[in-house]
């Protein structure tokens, strides 16, 4: 079994920035590539980024390409959502979510571990 813990979220002004880190435990953190999806009030989960078991690649949504960058540090067995120039559209709850394949998967259908998510709130 796999848990994965969030942390990181909170309330930030347009235009500011977060760091979230996906503290995963359990097995090998190096087995797993990693996604974050987010989901907003009434609307349904998407894919925000993806990163590979090495962390060599990574994939973005349109919506957030240039602005997050994905991450991972397979010592700390932690991957992180850097968040740079927040939108309020940008404001959801976060979830990292781990899968027991390598590449870029952007389907949450195929991640097998979810974690409990981070809200994340900006202003306007």
């Known amino acids: 079994q796999v848990q994965l813990v969030e942390s990181g979220g909170g309330l930030v002004q347009a235009g500011g920035s977060l760091r979230l880190s996906c503290a995963v435990s359990?097995?090998?953190?190096?087995?797993?590539?990693m996604g974050w999806f987010r989901q907003a009030a009434g609307k349904e989960r998407e894919f925000v980024a993806a990163?590979?078991?090495?962390?060599?690649?990574?994939s973005y949504a349109d919506y957030v390409k240039g602005r997050f960058t994905i991450s991972r540090d397979i010592a700390k067995n932690t991957v992180y959502l850097q968040m740079n120039s927040l939108t309020p559209e940008d404001t959801a709850v976060y979830y990292c979510?781990?899968?027991?394949?390598?590449?870029?998967?952007?389907?949450?259908?195929?991640?097998?571990?979810w974690g409990q998510g981070t809200q994340v709130t900006v202003s306007s």
């Open positions: 990163i590979t078991r090495s962390g060599g690649k990574s």
């Open positions: 359990g097995r090998t953190f190096s087995s797993y590539a």
């Open positions: 979510a781990a899968v027991g394949l390598d590449g870029l998967i952007v389907a949450n259908l195929e991640y097998d571990y």
